[in-house]
């Protein structure tokens, strides 16, 4: 079984220039979140999506940040414009079915720089 | 947001057991327990999760202690591939899933 899919794996821009982030997650997963990894610490949610539905983006920073997850399956997440202090790894998650306690299956990330 | 706190690091000797401490002071009734880890340049893994008894995998065991407070996570035979950053996390519903720091686990040869 393929694992969660995300793309690119890394992207250097500059700042002030937006950037985009794909996910592919695991086939047949209804529940897909983007994290924000900052160096040294661990992971915090930006958004958590159950189906189509956005249902928790209270940590999302809406003024530059978006996301969308169109049918259900694979999302993007977008900054526009990029600051310094966006330079983190963004990390991709799934689990399957919605609600209730369930584990989540990681993407290896991708590693923006802005410089 | 309920809160964990664990050992910024932590050493084990290859192939002796490892005990990852976790305590949760402020956990309610319908949080569940987790433990993830996340190898270097990888993003996080599961490993094993429980409410109130204890729990094994073929990854780990995890304890959780009667009030339910504390947590360990025991790998019985630690290997180099071990070596991560774990962390310990609560998650109910009505916390979101919140990773904090963890703990950095060193295995030494």
């Known amino acids: 079984e393929a694992g969660v899919v995300q793309s690119p794996r890394y992207k250097i821009i500059e700042k002030k220039q937006p950037v985009a982030f794909w996910c592919n997650p695991i086939?047949?997963?209804?529940?897909l979140y983007w994290y924000l990894q900052n160096l040294g610490q661990g992971p915090e949610l930006l958004i958590r999506?159950?189906?189509?539905?956005?249902?928790?983006d209270s940590q999302l920073p809406k003024d530059r940040f978006s996301a969308e997850r169109l049918k259900g399956v694979d999302s993007t997440l977008k900054i526009q414009p990029a600051e310094l202090g966006d330079s983190a790894v963004y990390l991709c998650?799934?689990?399957?079915?919605?609600?209730?306690?369930?584990?989540?299956?990681f993407g290896p990330g991708t590693r923006l720089t802005v410089t | 947001d309920a809160k964990t706190t664990q050992p910024n690091s932590m050493e084990s000797n290859e192939e002796e057991p490892v005990h990852l401490p976790c305590n949760h002071s402020?956990?309610?009734?319908?949080?569940?327990i987790h433990w993830y880890r996340q190898l270097p340049s990888q993003g996080p893994e599961y490993v094993i999760h429980?409410?109130?008894s204890n729990v094994n995998n073929r990854m780990a065991s995890l304890a959780i202690a009667e009030d339910r407070k504390s947590s360990t996570l025991i790998l019985h035979r630690a290997t180099l591939r071990d070596a991560a950053v774990y962390y310990c996390i609560l998650h109910g519903y009505f916390n979101k899933f919140y990773f904090g720091s963890g703990t950095k686990l060193n295995v030494k040869p």
């Open positions: 429980g409410l109130t």
């Open positions: 998650a799934s689990s399957p079915r919605t609600g209730g306690i369930h584990e989540q299956y």
């Open positions: 402020t956990i309610s009734g319908t949080d569940y």
């Open positions: 999506y159950e189906n189509e539905e956005a249902v928790d």
């Open positions: 086939s047949g997963h209804n529940t």
